[in-house]
């Protein structure tokens, strides 16, 4: 079983930046791919990014596409996800999650989830 906390959220102005962090416990993220969902108010949870465990392979939604950089550590049992250029529209709870794969896009591609954190972005 593998227990992932995310950290890092809070209250930015638009065009601020903020850096997510999800750490990993339990069974580590060995092997594992790692993803970011976002899910607003009233609105189904979203992928936001994904990377592979290894060779840095990355997957991005559109609407974050050069604003947002996803990472890991793997010696650390980390991941990252820096934002920046952050939008009103980027506000939400933002997950990790893992996969055995990387690419999925929907939720049911990952079986370990995070609590969540709060991500808000004010005009």
């Known amino acids: 079983q593998v227990q992932l906390v995310e950290s890092g959220g809070g209250l930015v102005q638009a065009g601020g930046s903020l850096r997510l962090s999800c750490t990993a416990s339990g069974r580590t993220f060995s092997g594992n791919a790692m993803a970011w969902f976002r899910q607003a108010p009233g609105q189904e949870r979203e992928f936001v990014a994904a990377v592979s465990w290894n060779f840095g392979i990355t997957y991005y939604a559109d609407s974050v596409k050069g604003r947002f950089t996803i990472s890991r550590n793997n010696a650390n049992n980390a991941g990252y996800l820096q934002m920046n250029s952050l939008k009103p529209e980027d506000t939400a709870v933002y997950y990790c999650?893992?996969?055995?794969?990387?690419?999925?896009?929907?939720?049911?591609?990952?079986?370990?989830w995070g609590q969540g954190t709060q991500v808000t972005v004010s005009s």
């Open positions: 999650a893992a996969s055995t794969w990387v690419g999925g896009r929907s939720d049911k591609d990952y079986f370990a």
